[in-house]
């Protein structure tokens, strides 16, 4: 998109929201421990039509901190395709997980934590609230979800 073109709709930010949790690989994931030190990193992650699911060691600081704080911040990578979700966290330990999930998850990544030597576990990100623009022009409609419930 260049600086020239118009807006997209939110019906139109919505559907490319969507294709690219089918397509991305890896995504922005912000969490906080208990004194607000933050902790940025990107993961693997596959969609499941309701939620993202992640997975990485329990005890490095962002399976802590997304363990206790039970919220994150998820973003795609691009500062002029902005996406920023909002989500509630659930925990599943590697022998909680659903199969479903862990399936999608290996069959995209290539990757089965639950065979890794190392021990992981699984994070289900419920989004509760997704903003998505093309720079400024876009700032004004950017909210496509609030609550759990998409605005479009």
């Known amino acids: 998109m260049t600086i020239t073109e118009g ?3 939110p019906e139109r930010r919505k559907q490319d ?8 690989m890896d995504i922005w994931v912000a969490s906080a421990d208990g004194d607000g ?6 993961l693997w992650f596959v969609w499941d039509g309701e ?3 992640m997975a990485t060691r329990p005890g490095n600081p962002t399976g802590r901190n997304l363990r206790t704080g039970r919220r ?8 002029r395709d902005v996406v920023l ?4 966290v659930e925990v599943h330990d590697i022998d909680e997980v659903p199969a479903a999930a862990a399936e999608a998850f290996r069959a995209k990544t ?18 509760c609230a997704v903003q998505a623009w ?7 409609q950017r909210h496509l979800m609030r609550n759990g419930m998409w605005l479009v």
Do not use: K, M
């Open 7 to 9: 807006a997209r709709s």
């Open 17 to 24: 929201v969507l294709e690219r949790l089918e397509r991305e």
């Open 37 to 42: 030190v933050p902790c940025l990193v990107a």
């Open 51 to 53: 939620a993202l699911w």
């Open 72 to 79: 994150t911040r998820l973003a795609f990578g691009d500062t």
């Open 85 to 88: 979700i909002d989500g509630e």
């Open 110 to 127: 290539g990757w089965d934590p639950r065979n890794d030597s190392a021990t992981y576990a699984y994070y289900r990100v419920r989004p």
């Open 134 to 140: 093309h720079e400024q022009r876009e700032l004004p």
